[in-house]
């Protein structure tokens, strides 16, 4: 029967009652008159109270218009009926029995039992409802868990409106109850609801395999009936305590099996609500095992890469030695006499020892960053010095191959920034390499531009292009992968590890920027990075005076990138410029130019055009006096020998290989025009060879001992050797030397007890402190801190470079060696 169907019922029964109590009031009896008169106004305050009840009871649509009308009909005859008594009795009542009214009329029965099951449904579910809303106000932390048994809860209410007016009330509750057990059954944690006394009101089945106890058995009993167990004291007592207080988290809840064997682990969260608490179980014995084992496998891992670091440490030792001695005697050999086929054989032996550094150096630092042992420095650098740094070495293999290599730096970016410039140049360096490996014609460039400089700190945002084959759009993402190119024939053609963009991938994210490509197939690829950086006045060069204001320049490039550059740069400073692509324009703008009393004061010269190159167009302008007010630089990408001679034979002022540092430039052009004294780059400033020095050379390899000496002694120092490090502390106790080169490993005593035994005999002493630098074949994280700790003031890593040898001895006293990392 359905909300509806019970209302019509109702309606019908409190006619047919009406009809009862009218005729009862009409009866000769004068005794039944009176007792129906007094009996029937209890009875009816009675039906008309829980109408009213009702009433609020259903507040949907339908049920409650049929309610209201219900009850403005039973008001009606209650007034007629006590108009009708009135009349009867006179308006007094006469005695009565004490017999019970709804006895004398059936159809009262029916009317009262229908409205107290009416009744006892609806205080059911609304309990429910409130007591469930009720969970979930006190249950924030833990919503996600109850959030179907809540949901379902407050979907209840809009189910019995919609069923009430569709004639399916009771279905819908079913249905919705029936699911409500679905979900809460299908919770995978244990759960179970209290009352304020400590009775289950709720028991999952959940929890009935947990604990091995049914609902059946469960609910109604309290609760040390049910979990009374000492490991669950801790439970019992918060929910015992918690009242209506915030969630609480018990951990570590241990019970042992009945039978024996191994116990359970749990965790209980619990969640007092006003009328009792809802608890959830959950057995953790399986995730900490779990966890147990990852924690064991971690371990495992860190050793294995523990082992992993101290074997490449290890195999760099001992491939550096012998490296050394290859590219340390080749060079020396390379500096005497030799044929042109003996010269570029060992020419071909130097670049192919270079390369097997270069693949050792890749292994070493995607080890490094890969086990997390790569620490960023945070030091001044000045980014003109540091973008001329990375250029110059990577301007031969581009010349090489007939590219041109451009710098287009904005004017916008600050000349020095805090930040890591070995990693800075091995990012920037990795990007050019790649470009110039990959691109047969044309030019590769490197952008640099500052973006929103705001409070001491700029974005710099970096772009190598190229005009090389470009990379298709599926393969943008696993470039960056380690040992992933672009094509799988890329290794075979062009060789390498595959992990250069995967280091400079990592060493961009380390600096918490960001890297990515822009490239399609056929048109070449731009890779972009940017990374934030504090600004910092500590390495400025002195402030550059307007002095090249209203100073007159032609440009004379056949590469339109080249022209843009340096018509950009020279604007910059204030310079009136134009532009021309070849030779013969170059001539007759000059020629324009004289003619209308306005020579161009500075010619800037690429020496490297087709058609007429450079040099042909610097004699064709020594030859004619109209042009002599020109002065010429020239701009070379070859290097080639024989280049500063023809510079010197035909006049020209200047002669600079490209790319040209913006710095280098504005200083040529000034002297040029004599109007800016030369000055020094503190960043590059270095002893001049003005003494030959006494070095000591702690070595025990024959070969590396040869190699160093070797070097030294053509540069004009006298070097005595110590093979350990008894025989160095014994060389130092016998005579002065300016500087000692210190090896970290050698027999009976190492490099860095030699170097704590000098340093103590000086403290003691007091009679200085002689500059001690660290000649390693270790690479690894830690090598260079442990030497520095042991009092050495440089660390050189093997194989060592000529010219970062000759810079660290020489430097000596000047100022803090640039350490390499």
């Not at 550094?357 to 042992?373: P, T």
């Not at 031969?396 to 451009?406: C, N, P, Y």
């Not at 003619?595 to 055009?609: E, S």
Request: proline share 4%; hydrophobic share 40%.
């Amino acid at each position: 029967m359905t909300e509806l169907d019970r209302l019509n019922r109702l309606q019908t029964l409190i006619q047919e009652a009406r009809r009862n109590v009218l005729y009862a009031l009409t009866t000769d009896d004068r005794n039944r008159q009176v007792e129906y008169a007094d009996r029937s106004r209890s009875a009816d305050g009675e039906v008309l109270t829980n109408i009213g009840r009702h009433v609020e009871w259903t507040t949907k649509p339908v049920a409650g218009a049929a309610l209201q009308k219900l009850l403005v009909d039973w008001r009606a005859y209650l007034a007629v009926r006590d108009q009708v008594v009135g009349e009867i009795l006179g308006g007094s009542n006469r005695e009565a029995t004490d017999n019970d009214l709804r006895n004398g009329i059936p159809a009262f029965n029916l009317v009262l039992t229908d409205l107290q099951a009416i009744k006892q449904f609806h205080e059911q579910q609304f309990a429910f409802n409130i007591a469930e809303l009720d969970f979930m106000a006190t249950s924030a932390l833990y919503r996600d868990r109850i959030l179907f048994v809540t949901g379902l809860t407050m979907l209840f209410a809009i189910v019995v409106a919609l069923a009430a007016q569709k004639d399916g009330m009771f279905r819908a509750v079913r249905a919705s109850e029936d699911r409500l057990r679905e979900i809460i059954s299908s919770i995978n944690e244990g759960m179970f609801v209290s009352d304020r006394a400590g009775r289950v009101t709720l028991w999952n089945p959940v929890l009935e395999r947990m604990l091995d106890r049914p609902a059946a058995d469960a609910i109604g009993r309290t609760l040390d009936e049910v979990i009374g167990h000492r490991e669950f004291d801790a439970l019992l007592q918060s929910i015992k305590t918690t009242g209506a207080s915030k969630p609480v988290v018990l951990s570590d809840l241990t019970r042992s099996k009945a039978t024996g064997g191994e116990g359970r682990v749990f965790e209980a969260r619990v969640f007092p609500f006003e009328r009792g608490s809802t608890v959830f179980l959950d057995d953790v014995t399986d995730g900490r095992r779990v966890a147990a084992e990852l924690q064991h496998a971690k371990e495992a891992a860190e050793a294995a890469n523990r082992a992993k670091s101290d074997f490449l440490a290890n195999m760099s030792h001992e491939i550096r030695t012998p490296l050394n001695g290859v590219i340390g005697m080749t060079e020396l050999v390379l500096d005497t006499d030799l044929t042109d086929d003996q010269r570029e054989c060992l020419q071909t032996v130097k670049s192919s020892a270079d390369g097997l550094l270069g693949i050792l150096n890749d292994i070493l630092d995607f080890s490094k960053i890969e086990s997390r042992r790569l620490d960023l420095e945070a030091v001044p650098v000045a980014v003109s010095d540091l973008i001329s740094s990375v250029l110059k070495p990577l301007a031969v293999r581009a010349h090489q191959k007939g590219l041109e290599l451009v710098s287009d730096i904005d004017p916008g970016v600050p000349e020095g920034i805090i930040g890591d410039p070995v990693r800075l140049r091995q990012i920037l360096a990795n990007l050019l390499g790649n470009a110039i490996k990959f691109t047969q014609a044309g030019h590769v460039i490197l952008s640099i531009r500052c973006e929103k400089p705001q409070d001491g700190r700029c974005r710099l945002s970096f772009a190598v292009a190229d005009t090389g084959p470009g990379i298709p759009r599926e393969k943008h993402t696993a470039i960056f992968e380690a040992f992933r190119q672009a094509d799988g024939s890329t290794t075979r053609q062009y060789g390498g590890t595959g992990l250069g963009l995967t280091i400079a991938s990592n060493l961009v994210h380390l600096m918490n920027g960001r890297i990515w490509v822009e490239s399609e197939p056929g048109e070449g690829a731009t890779f972009h990075f940017v990374v934030d950086f504090a600004v910092t006045s500590v390495l400025l060069t002195e402030t550059r005076e307007p002095s090249l204001a209203g100073v007159s320049a032609l440009i004379v490039d056949d590469n339109a990138v080249n022209r843009r550059v340096l018509v950009a740069q020279l604007t910059r400073w204030g310079m009136r410029c134009t532009a021309v692509e070849g030779g013969q324009a170059a001539l007759d703008a000059l020629t324009e130019s004289a003619r209308a009393g306005r020579p161009y004061q500075v010619v800037l010269l690429d020496a490297n055009m087709p058609d007429v190159d450079g040099f042909t167009v610097a004699e064709q302008i020594a030859g004619r006096p109209d042009l002599a007010g020109s002065t010429i630089m020239m701009l070379s990408s070859s290097g080639q020998l024989g280049d500063a001679t023809r510079c010197r034979q035909l006049g020209v002022s200047a002669h600079l290989t490209k790319p040209v540092a913006q710095a280098d430039l504005f200083q040529a052009i000034g002297q040029i025009v004599g109007s800016t004294p030369a000055k020094t780059s503190a960043t590059t400033l270095k002893t001049p060879l003005a003494e030959r020095l006494k070095v000591l050379l702690a070595e025990d390899n024959p070969v590396n001992e040869r190699v160093a000496v070797g070097f030294l002694t053509k540069r004009g120092h006298r070097v005595t050797v110590a093979r350990n490090g008894v025989e160095a502390v014994a060389a130092f106790d016998r005579e002065p030397f300016d500087a000692i080169l210190m090896d970290v490993q050698m027999p009976v005593m190492g490099g860095l007890e030699a170097t704590a035994a000098i340093r103590e005999r000086e403290r003691r002493a007091g009679n200085g402190h002689v500059w001690i630098v660290a000649m390693t074949a270790h690479a690894m994280k830690g090598d260079r801190e442990r030497c520095l700790d042991a009092g050495m003031d440089g660390y050189l890593s093997k194989p060592i470079d000529r010219e970062t040898l000759f810079d660290v001895i020489e430097r000596r006293g000047v100022g803090p060696v640039p350490l390499e990392t």
